[in-house]
């Protein structure tokens, strides 16, 4: 049974007797109680009440005996007893209206009885006393009243008497009452008490035993002992019976799970000391570069792990292909005949033996209990034979890579044998990653002497190519001599020829003076004929002294530039050591410098027309372009004079005329800035229109040609009358002395006149002292088609000169042309000084012949660095090209297809440096054209946009000129 | 049999040369030194081998030419212009911080290099606390190299090289020329110490921050190469520089593993044990 249903049973047998008990004992004890309330309320009134009603009739005979004996007033007395018997008979009541036995309610009946006579009595006893006959009174009391007061007295008491006769009938009963309580009560209590014992005798064994039990248990778990629990016989089947039930379960599981675990962490342990020994493989085999070291060492290593008393190592080189087996590494191999050589086979052959054949089929061969004398193994000490032998493959990706042989005295376990499998699997892998990475180092090395052996070859080619290349520059060297022999030879003849035309000249002209001769009747003409003579030569004198000025104003320009670029460097004061005062100085010398290359500018301009060199190349002028172009040019000048600026053009004129504008505009330049210079206020007005007949006639007016006017008007100083011829004169201002107000060379006049006079027009000038002056350009308007003939003749002479057109004759043209030296001035001044120089000089710079008439493009907006420059290359000969921007220097590159280089500024106005450089390079043609940039004080960045911009190399401004030189004599050099 | 006897009379050629005149040859590169010999022959307008032997023998002159021909003079300014430009960005930093910078420059040619080498110092401000010992076996050249001579037909390409090289100035600052030739300034010399120095046969002369040998053991056997490397080693200061050809490697000497690849695309080496 179990503890809980037993439990249940006790415990409820208990709690009915407890009830019974309890309900017991209530009962008693009320009825005890309700007894005690009877006796009380009832008996004890009840005597009580008699015993007062007693007490009131005998007080009340003692007054009455009073009022006789006349101790009492008899009124007095009488109320006494009338209130005393008042109140008895109240009592009586009383008792009379309680509940009442029988018995009782007899006596209380007599007692009635008596009463009634008693109170009849009493009132004539009263009635007697009242009415003073107390004798009659006496005797009443004495008779009758006497005795009915005893009889009524007695009556009380035997009431009294009755109710304690019941009274104590009753205590008695109450009191048996009470003892057969005690005894039930007392007979319940033991029979508790022995059900108690009884239950508790019979729960209480079932509970601790298998407390015990599970004591028992949880000390041997406790200890550990599971494997005891089988033992365990669990016979009950309550609670605790089954908790130990549930506890044998566990422990035995717990056993079972421990016996796993333990077995799990066996193999684990193992598992771990093969991985332990194929990570030792790894960390000790892998950097090994040698295969056969690393099997010996592979063999010294794993032989003892493996228990192996005899082991061997046999690899095959998979780059050999299918070949032997090699012995790589031994262990304790015996050496034959004890001469160090080892005695087993070096090499053993596919198939060959167990150790072949394990080679050849991948697969593991194990002899065990070995024949006597199959191998030894020997110490020192002794010798003994394994009992085991293992051959075991070496894989790597199914492929055999070799072969270990090991012999055993003690045999191979299991562990051991998977060991030797993970070993042998990890050494293949290692052999492997050996030979390829053999493989590779061979082919590296091997790609490694090509590439030397390819760069050999390549500088030899180089060395063979320069060594052609100077047999080559021989040959052409020999060539080019051979070309110049040639030449000298050409030259020679032409020469020849030259004289030999000479001659037919002169013998023409012998002819002609002969025929002069001839006619010598004619006087007048010969006479003339002379006079032209003379004038001719006088005209060539004339022309000579211009070349000379022409010259030498150009070879004035070269000192003077380097004193202009030097005196400005001084001026800029950049190593801070002048004086403020010095510095002044340096600007006036840069100034007066200035003033006087403009000056010589405008003395070389002027040269070259009366050399007539001044080349005139006529274009269609748009006459509104000028008319802006001087508005640009000189609204500033007149602002800051206050001056107004008026251009006016009238409608009867072409929008353009055939003429050289750039000359028109020079001429018109100078006017401009003539009326403003010697204008203080008003306005200076400019205006194209048809001229007016006056004009007309103040120059070499052409019939038939139509004329045009351009006139620049002022309100200035004005001209005196007889000094108008003056001023176009050179070198003259209206004021000649020291003292004039106003600066200028005084050649800018007359510059003009000759220009206007090269565009087949002149000035006229209509000027008021005082009031101002009105300078008039008037223009032929011609047509091209009208110079055709002047064109062609361009072309054959190739520099068309304005002065065979207009102001020389025919005749005297010819003799202009006949030494084309005349053409290039400055040249033939060199080559005069370095015939000079020659005498004692081996080989003057400026004959070098890599210069020699190289054609160079200068661009450079700035006039300075193109005269310092050019001066320069000049002088060695080279000719220059100029171009103020990148614009005109594609021109340039354009119109002239044989540049040999280009020195290329980069500020310029309209188009930079690097832009033309950019588009320089990005035309076919002119890809190869060295261009060497002139950067100023460059930046890093500055000389890579050059580069990127495709220069070829760079040169830092202000310019060295041998350095110049030397950029210039390597990138001509072919 | 006839390569055979062609070695035969190649190695008696060599040894003859080196009993003879002290170069020593015998263990460049066969075939380089075979192509050369071959050379020779032709221009000489001669059979075989051997008969130049004879000639070279008895005869300097011939010897002369026939050094020239196996002493390969090809070079060039900033010949690599990378490797300068990883030099002057990676290693100045480096040289900057010694008190004076030694660097050999082992087999200088016509000087070309040592002469860029010399314009990027200058450049860096480095050219007064370096000295740049510029060694070659070919004295021939080392006296043009010496001059600063340079065939002003290469300066384009070296302006080129220069500009590529990382190069501040105006190449035409660091030089001058004359009608045909280019000379190096002589101020950029100043610290550059020319001297014959036969890798073969001599021994290092001193400690390097810097070695360069470019496209010289190229011309080597395996076993001369190593041995030069070895003097290399034994020659460079600790974390020392050595640079070899562009097409060159370390990889396989003996050395390989006491460097570091400090750039490996410009061969630039950094001693390391």
């Known amino acids: 049974m179990k503890i809980k249903t037993k439990l249940a049973v006790g415990f409820t047998l208990l709690l009915l007797l407890l009830v019974g008990i309890t309900s017991f004992g209530y009962i008693r004890l009320s009825q005890m109680n309700h007894s005690l309330n009877q006796f009380y309320d009832n008996r004890f009134e009840k005597v009580r009440l008699a015993l007062a009603v007693r007490g009131e009739i005998n007080s009340s005979g003692r007054v009455m005996n009073d009022i006789m004996i006349g101790d009492q007033d008899p009124s007095e007395g009488v109320d006494e007893v009338t209130n005393r018997l008042t109140g008895a008979s109240k009592q009586f009541n009383t008792l009379s209206s309680m509940e009442l036995t029988g018995a009782e309610q007899d006596v209380m009946d007599g007692i009635m009885k008596v009463t009634e006579g008693y109170v009849t009595s009493l009132e004539t006893f009263i009635e007697l006393v009242k009415s003073g006959d107390v004798e009659k009174a006496k005797k009443l009391y004495a008779d009758k009243l006497r005795g009915e007061q005893r009889q009524l007295i007695d009556s009380m008491d035997e009431l009294v008497k009755t109710q304690e006769n019941a009274m104590k009938t009753e205590m008695a009963d109450s009191r048996t009452l009470y003892d057969k309580s005690v005894q039930t009560v007392a007979l319940f209590t033991i029979i508790g008490l022995i059900l108690g014992v009884a239950i508790v005798m019979w729960v209480f064994p079932s509970i601790t035993q298998g407390l015990n039990l599970l004591e028992r248990m949880a000390q041997r778990f406790g200890r550990g002992r599971l494997r005891s629990f089988v033992r365990f016989d669990i016979k009950s089947k309550d609670e605790l019976g089954e908790l130990a039930q549930l506890f044998k379960r566990i422990a035995l599981d717990l056993q079972v799970k421990n016996e796993r675990e333990a077995l799990l962490a066996s193999i684990q342990q193992r598992q771990g000391r093969v991985n332990a020994q194929i990570a030792r493989v790894t960390e000790l085999l892998q950097e090994g570069h040698d295969v056969k070291l690393v099997a010996q060492s592979f063999i010294s290593e794993f032989a003892p792990v493996l228990g192996v008393s005899y082991g061997l190592v046999y690899l095959s080189d998979p780059a050999a292909g299918e070949g032997n087996l090699e012995l790589s590494g031994s262990y304790a191999v015996l050496s034959e005949n004890g001469e160090g050589e080892p005695s087993v086979p070096s090499f053993v052959r596919p198939g060959e033996g167990l150790t072949g054949q394990c080679y050849q089929d991948a697969k593991p061969i194990v002899m065990e209990n070995l024949p006597e004398g199959y191998v030894k193994v020997s110490s020192g000490l002794g010798m003994t034979e394994p009992s085991t032998l293992i051959i075991q493959p070496i894989l790597y990706e199914n492929a055999v890579i070799g072969v270990i042989e090991l012999a055993s005295v003690d045999g191979f376990d299991s562990e051991r044998k998977e060991l030797l499998l993970a070993l042998c699997d990890k050494f293949g892998t290692i052999l492997n990653n050996i030979f390829s990475r053999l493989r590779v180092e061979e082919l590296l090395r091997e790609s490694q002497a090509m590439t030397e052996e390819l760069q050999v070859q390549s500088e030899e080619l180089v060395c063979q190519q320069e060594e052609l290349r100077e047999t080559n520059d021989k040959l052409e060297s020999q060539q080019d001599d051979l070309k110049k022999s040639e030449q000298r030879l050409q030259q020679q003849q032409e020469e020849l020829e030259h004289t030999n035309q000479e001659l037919t000249v002169k013998t023409i002209a012998l002819e002609q003076h002969i025929e002069r001769v001839e006619i010598q009747n004619r006087q007048i003409a010969l006479a003339n004929s002379e006079l032209e003579r003379q004038a001719l030569q006088l005209a060539l004198t004339s022309k000579y002294k211009s070349e000379f000025l022409a010259n030498m104003s150009h070879e004035l320009r070269t000192p003077l530039n380097s004193l202009l670029i030097l005196s400005e460097f001084l001026a800029e004061n950049e190593e801070g050591n002048l004086t403020d005062k010095q510095r002044e100085y340096m600007q006036t010398i840069h100034v007066s410098g200035h003033d006087l290359l403009k000056m010589i500018d405008e003395i070389l301009d002027l040269s070259k027309i009366d050399a007539g060199k001044m080349d005139i190349h006529p274009e269609w002028m748009v006459l509104g372009d000028l008319s802006a172009f001087l508005d640009n040019m000189f609204a500033p000048m007149a602002a800051a004079k206050r001056l107004s600026l008026i251009v006016d053009n009238s409608n009867d004129i072409p929008g353009a005329i055939w003429t050289d504008g750039h000359r028109l505009k020079q001429i018109m330049r100078n006017l401009f800035s003539n009326a403003i210079k010697f204008t203080d206020n008003g306005a200076v007005s400019f205006a194209v229109r048809r001229p007016s007949e006056q004009e007309l006639n103040s120059g070499g007016r052409e019939e038939g040609t139509r004329y045009i006017a351009l006139s620049v008007t002022d309100t200035g100083i004005g001209i005196h009358p007889d000094k108008r011829d003056l001023i176009f004169e050179a070198f003259r201002q209206a004021d000649g002395t020291t003292s004039r107000k106003y600066g200028g060379t005084g050649l800018g006049l007359t510059i003009s006149r000759e220009l206007a006079q090269l565009l087949g027009g002149w000035i006229h000038l209509d000027t008021e002292p005082d009031k101002g002056s009105t300078f008039t350009l008037v223009l032929p308007e011609r047509q091209p088609d009208q110079q055709s003939l002047e064109e062609e003749f361009q072309a054959y002479s190739s520099e068309w000169t304005a002065a065979s057109a207009e102001t020389m004759e025919a005749e005297s043209f010819d003799e202009i042309n006949v030494n084309p030296s005349d053409t290039i001035p400055s040249t033939s001044v060199l080559e005069v000084d370095s015939a000079q120089e020659g005498e004692d000089m081996p080989k003057p710079p400026e004959k070098e012949e890599v210069f020699d008439n190289k054609k160079i493009l200068l661009v450079d907006d700035d006039t300075r660095n193109m005269f310092a420059l050019s001066s320069v290359l000049e002088h060695h000969n080279m000719r220059v090209v100029y171009a103020e921007n990148g614009i005109e220097a594609l021109n340039r590159l354009d119109e002239e297809s044989d540049i040999d280089l280009v020195l290329m500024d980069i500020m310029m106005p309209v188009m930079d440096g690097y832009e033309a450089m950019k588009r320089i390079r990005d035309n076919e043609a002119w890809n190869k054209v060295p261009i060497i940039a002139l950067t100023a004080k460059a930046m890093m960045d500055d000389r890579n946009k050059c580069i990127e911009a495709g220069a070829s190399d760079y040169i830092t401004k202000p310019v060295n000129k041998d350095q110049l030189l030397s950029l210039i004599r390597v990138w001509l050099h072919r | ?273």
Not at chain 2, 40 to 60: A, F, M, T, Y
Not at chain 2, 126 to 154: C, F, H, M, V, W
């Open chain 2, 1 to 273: 049999m006839d390569d055979d006897l062609e070695k035969i009379e190649t190695t008696l050629l060599l040894e003859g040369i080196f009993r003879r005149y002290g170069y020593d040859f015998r263990k460049y590169s066969y075939a380089s030194i075979r192509r050369r010999i071959w050379h020779r022959i032709h221009l000489e307008g001669l059979p075989n081998v051997s008969c130049l032997q004879e000639k070279v023998l008895h005869d300097p002159e011939v010897f002369k030419r026939l050094l020239g021909d196996l002493v390969i003079p090809v070079t060039e300014m900033y010949r690599d212009p990378e490797m300068f430009l990883s030099f002057r960005r990676d290693i100045v930093p480096h040289l900057r911080k010694l008190p004076f910078v030694r660097i050999w420059h082992a087999g200088c040619s016509t000087g070309e290099e040592v002469h860029s080498l010399a314009i990027l110092l200058e450049e860096e401000g480095l050219l007064d606390q370096s000295r740049i010992y510029a060694t070659d076996i070919n004295e021939n050249a080392l006296e043009i190299a010496k001059d600063g001579i340079i065939p002003i037909d290469r300066m384009k390409q070296y302006t080129k090289n220069y500009q590529a090289a990382g190069g501040g100035r105006s190449f035409s600052d660091y030089y001058d020329s004359d009608n045909g030739g280019v000379r190096i300034k002589p101020h950029l010399r100043r610290n550059i110490v020319f001297a014959r120095h036969n890798l073969v046969t001599d021994s290092s002369f001193n400690e390097f921050h810097v070695i360069l040998c470019r496209n010289v053991m190229i011309y080597f056997n395996n076993q001369l190469r190593d041995q030069v490397h070895r003097l290399f080693y034994e020659s460079l200061a600790h974390e020392g520089i050595l640079i070899v050809g562009a097409k060159e490697s370390i990889s396989f000497t003996p050395m390989s593993d006491r460097y570091e690849t400090f750039n490996d695309r410009n061969r630039i080496f950094r001693k390391m044990r």
